[in-house]
């Protein structure tokens, strides 16, 4: 079985990336630990989940995207020059942008939802009303 690679333009744009967060390759501590979830007995014999620790920060990054040791490890760099861009420039991510977005429309939805089971209940509370006996008066 051929090992999966990492393209040379993915290289240089994570390499890019972390020069722009200021992360150097010294203050990194790497370490390869056993993944978990699902998947079997290989996940538990190989160490292909990568985390790293940024000594001057504290951040650590786990990553077991893919079962590619070598993958994972450029995955891992990407999300931690990501969290220090966040850092440093203080801004929301657009991950937590797009979660956002989402928690706003479920929001959103619930509203309607919830608007529209009360006009239901109006509408058959007033179709019950029409069945009850005429009074004389």
Known sequence: MAGRSIRAETVQRIQRLMA???LHEP????TFVRGSGS????????SSCVQLRHAPSGLVVKCQQTRSREVNRWVAREELAQRLIERIEGEQSARQQETERIRRQKRR???RQRARMLDDKRQHSAKKALRRPVKDG
Do not use: V
């Open 27 to 30: 203050d990194i501590e790497e």
């Open 39 to 46: 998947g079997g007995q290989k996940i538990n014999k190989t």
């Open 109 to 111: 939805r619930s509203r």
């Open 20 to 22: 722009k967060a200021a």
